[in-house]
């Protein structure tokens, strides 16, 4: 089973930026893709960014692209969020996710072109706080 812990959150003002990380522990942790999910106050949980497990191919939210890096370390088992020029749109907390190829009805996933990405294991989150 796959253990993910964040890191990295905190308050940062509307321009800042920030770099969470998420640390996979647990069996062979590179076989899974990585994806990063934000769910803000009274919102649904959202899609941010993934990466898949081997080739490094990424998925972006049309709100981030441009913004949001998402990148991973396997000799580190960690993944990366580097986001820049934040708005308070961006204000979440910010879960990290781990999953391998698969669609199951009912179950988050992350689309990377044409593979689909069940995502089965989370972290607790860390919130990330834009605002003046």
């Known amino acids: 089973q796959l253990q993910l812990v964040e890191s990295g959150g905190g308050l940062v003002q509307p321009g800042g930026s920030l770099l969470l990380s998420c640390v996979a522990s647990?069996?062979?942790?590179?076989?899974?893709?990585i994806g990063w999910f934000r769910q803000a106050p009274g919102k649904e949980r959202e899609g941010v960014s993934c990466?898949?497990?081997?080739?490094?191919?990424?998925f972006y939210a049309d709100s981030v692209k441009g913004r949001f890096t998402i990148s991973r370390d396997h000799a580190k088992s960690t993944a990366y969020l580097q986001m820049i020029d934040l708005k308070p749109e961006d204000t979440a907390v910010y879960y990290c996710?781990?999953?391998?190829?698969?669609?199951?009805?009912?179950?988050?996933?992350?689309?990377?072109?044409?593979?689909?990405?069940?995502?089965?294991?989370w972290g607790k989150g860390t919130l990330v706080t834009v605002s003046s």
């Open positions: 990466i898949s497990s081997s080739d490094g191919r990424t």
């Open positions: 647990g069996f062979t942790s590179d076989y899974y893709a």
């Open positions: 996710a781990g999953g391998t190829p698969g669609l199951t009805a009912g179950q988050p996933v992350c689309v990377i072109g044409q593979s689909y990405y069940d995502m089965r294991y």
